[in-house]
């Protein structure tokens, strides 16, 4: 797949972590990811992990409760957060883009307060609603050529530590990077409409339309509202398609249109 050189172009891309769960998956979004680089793109990567996260727990008999999609965290979940975000999904992706030839470097919304939380709801133990994206360590990594690959983990001027939603994550991270796309990789071919085909493109109001009208439920209306939020941010678009389609990074970079791409108007 011949990809356009786009020096300096930056980009975003969000991984779920159902596509990290395989090392052929992993190897096969890290190339691309590298080519990306290669290409001169200054991308960052952001990832998930929930269904890692789930494995883990219940290998230990500690049982995964969610309200509203979102995973309640407490103090024993929290520390199974770091050691699975911010450890071993985080170090074996890093590790797969730069065996792939790329100088990937792991890091977390806690490292030089790159994105910062509060709680969100005493409910939900230690979740996290982002309130600032400081992409000072984005623009220094990816400006000498490096890869930053970024658990969804944020913190707090006052040291505590919090477990935020991968989108949302994302969505700070490109809006605050100034990525000209987020780009959004799952499990699902791209939004479906009221006969459950892939609509290729979205505006803005088509999307709340779709939310509206009770066709966007669950998990693909908060990828819809995270993707509402980036095009409020100034991200010019936001794509939402199939990691496992072959090449799928590749050929939305080379202009095929994958998925649903989203924009303003």
């Known amino acids: 797949m011949k990809r356009a050189v786009k020096l300096g172009v930056k980009l975003v891309v969000k991984l779920g972590g159902t596509l990290l769960d395989s090392a052929d998956s992993r190897d096969r979004l890290a190339r691309q990811v590298a080519g990306a680089r290669t290409a001169g793109y200054e991308i960052a990567v952001v990832h998930g992990g929930g269904k890692q996260m789930t494995r883990y727990l219940a290998e230990r008999g500690i049982p ?11 103090p024993e979940t929290l520390d199974a957060v770091l050691k699975i975000f911010a450890g071993s999904v985080n170090h074996e992706l890093v590790a797969a883009v730069n065996r792939a030839g790329a100088l990937a470097v792991g890091i977390s919304g806690i490292d030089s307060f790159l994105v910062e939380a509060e709680q969100m709801d005493p409910a939900l133990g230690a979740v996290g609603r982002v309130t600032r994206c400081n992409p000072a360590l984005l623009h220094l990594l990816t400006a000498n050529g490096y890869v930053p690959v970024v658990a969804c983990v944020a913190g707090d001027r006052q040291g505590q530590v919090y477990n935020v939603n991968a989108d949302q994550m994302a969505v700070a991270c490109a809006a605050a990077f ?46 819809l509202n995270a993707a509402l939020s980036a095009l409020a941010a100034g991200v010019d678009q936001v794509r939402i398609a199939p990691g496992a389609l072959d090449g799928v990074l590749d050929r939305i970079l080379a202009g095929e249109d994958l998925g649903t791409r989203m924009v303003t108007a």
């Open 178 to 223: 100034g990525a000209r796309q987020l780009i959004f990789l799952t499990d699902v071919g791209g939004v479906l409409d009221g006969a459950g085909q892939v609509r290729p493109l979205l505006t803005a109001a088509d999307s709340r339309q779709l939310i509206a009208d009770g066709i966007a439920t669950g998990g693909m209306q908060a990828k």
């Open 64 to 74: 995964s409760t969610f309200v509203g999609g979102l995973r309640v965290t407490t």
